[in-house]
């Protein structure tokens, strides 16, 4: 931001002042038409505009104020071109096929309209909207425009004057009335929510024109204030700097967080990190169904008994997952569990080699848990795993849409001691799934990543290492866990 003090002649308090604000998208020509205005080359062209500049100039037997903006932000075709005439080459580097336009309108779009007018106390008395006659003016657009100026609060279209450049390009003979009404009725409704104030620009025209257009600009502007019976356009400065503020923390989180998604291969060990996932719990419970809604797709049978471990891979987002679904438990005892199925579930284990990074215990958020119950569950990971199994263990709420609108803490606050004991036995790593959401619910399976990988960072960014295998849990069919992931591929 910079402001510059221009004058000629001697400065007169009884001279007219006038304070103008350009606004307008990528290429338009502010930058040219407020040298046009100001008879002199203070605005640099041929660049970006990138920050509001004021400029103050005594000319024409007025006193000026004229303020520069960045272009405001909104898409721009590619078949708008880069201008051309007395508009191409200013904001955005000139010339191109416009998509480098697109781009310089976000960039300079962080500091917004705000500034500008912020520039030019107590405010200014007309806001020039520059449109360029070389660009397509589409709904796009128009919203855009819309957007910018009610971004300055209430009353700002009453100060509001389009000012059209690039008029040179116009078939000879062509006035502007006519592309106004051959645009369509997205120009056609922004000049009438300008109150039919309109002006034709063209930058090229040098001598005597130049100084005859300019005189009709200011002339014009002149008329729009005696309309607003003198007032120029009030802003609350507190207001519009709060509001500023709040702009480009958000832009900033914006950018934040597409850089980190953007460095997350590299953040969480390499392209891409490998997470490897047990699921374990009761009969019933869901385990191959939220298999499936981790990978994305429906690699597990659910609606059946599982009676083998099966083992599955996907990426997803970012990380190559590979979970292994296990045959359920019984429910209240360790004893009552088959001796095959304890036998599949440590083999399940196994087939994470070198190990699990997570087990998730899955729990419907439906069960309510006794003592009795609560002891099965601990009994049987410590049983089949060890006791430092609790330490890589996270309890999974599955049907979650069971919940309505009560958030699952509060459902942990009603569950009482029992389900409290067992999420400490966790260390309180837990998180729900709606049964009913579809496979590709990415919100929510990348927020259980989050978690996973919180997890493993926690234990010494180690994998969790089993029990060994004895000779109780071989499988029936002498397979080796080498054996078993030769068949597994990254589907």
Request: hydrophobic share 35%; proline share 4%; charged share 25%.
């Amino acid at each position: 931001m910079a402001a510059v003090s221009c004058s000629s002649g001697s400065a007169g308090e009884h001279r007219p002042q006038l304070r103008l604000l350009l606004l307008g998208g990528a290429q338009t020509g502010k930058s040219r038409s407020g040298n046009t205005i100001l008879g002199d080359e203070v605005f640099q062209t041929g660049e970006e505009t990138t920050h509001s500049m004021v400029i103050y100039k005594e000319t024409r037997g007025r006193r000026l104020t004229v303020v520069d903006t960045p272009p405001w932000a909104g898409p721009t075709d590619s078949s708008a071109g880069g201008g051309g005439g007395d508009d191409g080459g200013d904001e955005g580097g000139g010339g191109g096929d416009g998509h480098g336009a697109a781009v310089q309108s976000e960039q300079a779009s962080i500091e917004g309209p705000f500034m500008g007018a912020i520039l030019c106390p107590p405010g200014p008395h007309a806001l020039l909207l520059v449109m360029s006659v070389s660009q397509p003016f589409t709904e796009v657009q128009r919203k855009a425009a819309e957007d910018q100026v009610e971004a300055l609060g209430g009353g700002a279209w009453r100060h509001c004057m389009l000012v059209f450049t690039a008029v040179d390009q116009l078939p000879k003979g062509t006035f502007v009335e006519e592309h106004i009404e051959k645009t369509g009725e997205a120009l056609q409704w922004l000049v009438e929510r300008c109150g039919s104030r309109y002006h034709a620009l063209d930058n090229t025209l040098r001598g005597g024109k130049e100084s005859t257009q300019v005189r009709e600009l200011l002339e014009k502007v002149e008329e729009l204030v005696e309309e607003n019976q003198g007032w120029y356009f009030e802003f609350n400065e507190l207001t519009l700097l709060e509001e500023e503020h709040a702009r480009r923390a958000l832009e900033e989180e914006r950018r934040r967080m597409e850089e980190q998604e953007r460095l997350r291969p590299s953040m969480i060990g390499g392209p891409p990190r490998e997470l490897r996932v047990l699921l374990l719990g009761w009969k019933g419970v869901g385990k191959s169904s939220v298999g499936n809604a981790i990978l994305g797709r429906r690699d597990f049978e659910s609606g059946l008994e599982t009676e083998l471990c099966m083992r599955r891979q996907a990426l997803v987002a970012g990380r190559r997952v590979t979970v292994v679904d296990t045959p359920g438990w019984d429910w209240f005892s360790v004893r009552r569990t088959p001796r095959r199925i304890r036998q599949e579930t440590k083999r399940g284990g196994a087939l994470l080699y070198p190990g699990p990074h997570t087990i998730l215990l899955v729990l419907p958020v439906v069960c309510s848990l006794s003592t009795r119950k609560r002891r099965t569950l601990e009994a049987h990971i410590e049983a089949l795993f060890g006791d430092r199994a609790c330490l890589h263990t996270m309890v999974l709420f599955s049907c979650g849409d069971w919940l309505g609108r009560t958030p699952i803490e509060e459902h942990i606050q009603r569950g009482g001691r029992e389900l409290h004991s067992l999420l400490e036995y966790c260390g309180n790593y837990y998180h729900v799934m709606d049964s009913k959401t579809p496979v590709k619910d990415s919100r929510s399976v990348s927020d259980l990543l989050d978690k996973i990988e919180e997890m493993i960072r926690e234990n010494g960014d180690e994998a969790f290492l089993p029990i060994a295998l004895n000779s109780d849990s071989e499988s029936s069919d002498n397979t080796s866990p080498e054996d078993d992931c030769r068949g597994c591929q990254l589907q």
